[in-house]
């Protein structure tokens, strides 16, 4: 199995960037496909980013899509998520996923602790 851990959040201002790391160990990263997942207080946990094994598939949520950029690293065995123009809407808990096919809807099996983001207005 693989072990992930995420880094890189913390307070910004809107309008602000911030660049998500998502460390992997335990399997190689490239057996996965890997989401971006975030969480708000009171909210259901969404889909941010996801990207395929090969970074030939990405997708994004509508909220995210022209701001956000999510990337792999196999050989690192890291993905990132670089978020620019950050809203006060984006705060919340960001999680990376690991699992077999990296799409919105697909089945995650292993998750990281997650990492907090908050933007500021």
């Known amino acids: 199995q693989v072990q992930l851990v995420e880094s890189g959040g913390g307070l910004v201002q809107a309008g602000g960037s911030l660049r998500l790391s998502c460390a992997a160990s335990g399997r190689a990263l490239s057996n996965y496909g890997m989401g971006w997942f975030r969480q708000a207080p009171g909210k259901e946990r969404e889909f941010v980013a996801t990207i395929s094994r090969n970074a030939g598939s990405i997708y994004y949520s509508e909220s995210v899509k022209g701001r956000f950029t999510i990337s792999r690293d196999n050989a690192l065995n890291t993905v990132y998520l670089q978020m620019n123009s950050l809203k006060p809407e984006d705060t919340a808990v960001y999680y990376c996923?690991?699992?077999?096919?990296?799409?919105?809807?697909?089945?995650?099996?292993?998750w990281g602790q997650g990492t907090q983001v908050t933007v500021s207005s």
């Open positions: 996923a690991a699992g077999v096919v990296g799409a919105p809807s697909a089945r995650y099996d292993y």
